[in-house]
């Protein structure tokens, strides 16, 4: 798989150590700070953060409205990497397309993310990668969301 089209795959560089970082994505009220872009709120109407675990969360955008999403955590070895699906879902949890979520047509209904973490002189790189095409996440605003979050993680790590 090419990495540039087939995938999405972001580089990220916290100023701060990789346990800090992990922490961050793991721990719910962490997340709740973060996992949303810059003017969106995120709640979780269940998370279980361990291998086998899952989440059920909406994502609130004042101008586009309400994002359910729900996942399943598939690897957690922690400090290094984070695996997990996301799924289109509705509110009550229910998988849906993305078409009948108002998503663009060619988006899946589900995508799979994995996220490695490596330290370096007290700075954490990450490795994003989520299984759908870089220009169609650039397309429909996906791509530039991650960026948005991760600024916001980086500010919230400070």
Same mark, same amino acid.
């Given at each position: 798989m090419n990495a540039t089209? /087939?995938?999405?795959?972001?580089?990220?560089e916290f100023?701060?150590?990789v346990k800090m970082v992990f922490d961050a994505w793991t721990q719910p009220e962490q997340l709740l700070q973060w996992f949303a872009p810059t003017g969106c709120d995120l709640k979780f109407e269940s998370i279980d953060v361990r291998k086998g675990g899952?989440?059920?969360?909406?994502?609130?955008?004042? /101008?586009?409205?309400?994002?359910?999403?729900?996942?399943t955590y598939l690897d957690i070895d922690y400090p290094n990497r984070l695996v997990f699906t996301m799924e289109v879902a509705d509110a009550s949890g229910k998988s849906i397309s993305a078409i009948d979520a108002g998503m663009d047509a060619e988006w899946p209904d589900s995508t799979t993310v994995d996220v490695t973490f490596t330290e370096n002189n007290g700075k954490t790189t990450i490795e994003l990668r989520q299984t759908v095409s870089e220009a169609l996440a650039k397309k429909t605003g996906a791509h530039p969301s991650w960026i948005l979050m991760l600024d916001r993680l980086q500010e919230l790590l400070k």
């Open positions: 089209t /087939e995938q999405v795959y972001i580089t990220y100023n701060a150590p899952s989440f059920h969360s909406c994502i609130s955008n004042p /101008e586009f409205g309400d994002c359910w999403c729900k996942g």
